[in-house]
C-alpha cells in the first residue's frame, strides 16, 4: 500500500477525495430506514423540467454511435441564449470537469492558486491534484455583514501576488454568500494579466437579478475570465453531468486541447438543450427557492439557529459545539444534510431548500435533534 503510495504524483500523494453528501440509498441501508431525505448537495427539489423529460425519452437512440465531441447544437443553444459566439464556450462533465480542465492547462508545479478560505472543497482538490500551491485570501470574520464571504481587498491583496489561477464562486458553496458586481469588478480590475480568473456561477440563476454580473461585459473587459455554469442546480439534472464555461476563444482552444474528446455523453447533450429553452422551469424553480428559502430561515431563526446570508438554493446554519451530534440525529431521523467541519466551519450546518413537505420535515427533526 505505502510503496504505491509513493508511486503516486507529488500532488496527488497529498490529495483526499471529495466527500459528497451521502446518498439517500446508502442512508437507507446503514438505518434501514425506507423514508429517507437528502437536503446536502443542493440539488433542484422540482427535478428537471418538462421538456429536460420530453427530451430524454428521444434522446436514448443511437446509443452505439460516439456522441458529437463538439456538442455543436448545445454550443449553439448556449450561444444565443448568452450572445456569446460558440467558440467562446467549452463544454463540461459538470462545471467540475471544467475546473480540472483550469487546473490541467494553467497550473502545475511552482504554480500557485488563489481562492477564498471557505471557498467551494474542489478548488484545493484540482489545485493540489496539479501539485500547484493552494493561496488562501482570509474570509470575512462570523461577525462581519457577509459572514464567512469572499473579502474583496484579500482577494485583491492575494491577486497582487499574481497567481496563476484564481477560484471566485459568487454565491459561494458552502455559504452562500456573494460579491456585489461592484465588489466583483474590483477584485478582476486586480488581477494582473498573468492570472487567469475562474468566475464559478454554479448558482447564478437564484441570485437577485440586480446582483448578477453581466456576464457579456466582463467577458469584453477582462480577456484572462473563465465564467462557469452548471445544469447540476436550478436545471435539475445533477445526474447527468452538464456543465460549461465562457471564455475568450484562446482560452477555449486551450481548454479543449486536454478536454476529453467525448466528454459529453449524447443523452447529457440532447437533454441539457432542452432544459436551457425552458425558462418557465427555471422561473417556477427560483421562485420556489425564494417562498421555501423564506420559510425555512424563519423556522430556523425561531430555532436560535443563525443563518447566513444565501443567494443561492441552500442555507448554511449555526448549530455550535454539537453540531455534529446534530447531524448524526439528523441522519437517525432520515434527514442528510451537509457537515461543514471539513470546511473549517464545524459548528455549521448547511442545508438545501427542499419541497415544502421536505423542508417541514427537516425543522420537525431538527427540532427533535437539537440539544
Ligand atoms: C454544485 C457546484 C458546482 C457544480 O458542479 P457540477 O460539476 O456542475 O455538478 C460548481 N461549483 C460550485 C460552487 C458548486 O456548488
Request: aromatic residues 6%; glycine residues 8%; hydrophobic residues 40%.
Amino acid at each position: 500500500m505505502d510503496h504505491v503510495v509513493a508511486l503516486a504524483a507529488a500532488g496527488v500523494r497529498k490529495l483526499r477525495p471529495y466527500e459528497p453528501g451521502k446518498p439517500i440509498e446508502a442512508l437507507e441501508r446503514e438505518l434501514g430506514l425506507t423514508d429517507v431525505i437528502k437536503l446536502a448537495s443542493n440539488e433542484n427539489p422540482l427535478g428537471p423540467g418538462e421538456r429536460a423529460k420530453a427530451a430524454l425519452s428521444t434522446a436514448c437512440n443511437d446509443l452505439e454511435r460516439y456522441p458529437d465531441g463538439s456538442g455543436h447544437r448545445l454550443k449553439a443553444a448556449i450561444a444565443e441564449v448568452e450572445r456569446v459566439s460558440p467558440d467562446e464556450i467549452t463544454l463540461g462533465n459538470g462545471s467540475n470537469d471544467i475546473l480540472e480542465l483550469v487546473a490541467r492547462v494553467f497550473l502545475g508545479r511552482d504554480r500557485r492558486a488563489l481562492f477564498s478560505q471557505y471557498a467551494f472543497a474542489v478548488y484545493p482538490l484540482a489545485t493540489l491534484g496539479m501539485d500547484a500551491t493552494p493561496e488562501e485570501a482570509e474570509a470575512w470574520p462570523a461577525g462581519a455583514g457577509m459572514p464567512f464571504g469572499h473579502d474583496p481587498a484579500t482577494l485583491v491583496q492575494g491577486l497582487g501576488r499574481k497567481p496563476n489561477v484564481a477560484f471566485i464562486a459568487n454565491p459561494n458553496n458552502p455559504t452562500g454568500t456573494w460579491l456585489t458586481p461592484d465588489e466583483l469588478e474590483a477584485v478582476l480590475d486586480a488581477a494582473p494579466s498573468s492570472t487567469i480568473v475562474v468566475l464559478d456561477e454554479a448558482y447564478r440563476e437564484y441570485m437577485d437579478p440586480a446582483l448578477r454580473p453581466n456576464t457579456r461585459i466582463l467577458l469584453n473587459r477582462y480577456p484572462n475570465l473563465i465564467v462557469t455554469r452548471t445544469f447540476s442546480k436550478v436545471h435539475g439534472l445533477a445526474a447527468l453531468r452538464v456543465g460549461y464555461s465562457l471564455s475568450s476563444p484562446a482560452i477555449a482552444d486551450l481548454l479543449n486541447r486536454v478536454r476529453q474528446p467525448f466528454n459529453n455523453n449524447s443523452i447529457a447533450l440532447t437533454v441539457a438543450e432542452a432544459a436551457l429553452g425552458d425558462h418557465e422551469h427555471v422561473e417556477r424553480s427560483v421562485q420556489h427557492n425564494q417562498t421555501e428559502m423564506a420559510e425555512l430561515s424563519g423556522a430556523l431563526a425561531e430555532l436560535d439557529c443563525r443563518t447566513l446570508p444565501s443567494q443561492a438554493n441552500f442555507l448554511t446554519f449555526h448549530v455550535g459545539h454539537a453540531a455534529d451530534a446534530v447531524q448524526q440525529r439528523l441522519l437517525e431521523h432520515g434527514v442528510i444534510v451537509r457537515p461543514l467541519g471539513g470546511y473549517g466551519m464545524p459548528e455549521y450546518l448547511r442545508v438545501t431548500v427542499g419541497t415544502e413537505s421536505e423542508n417541514i420535515r427537516f425543522i420537525k427533526a431538527l427540532k427533535e435533534s437539537l440539544l
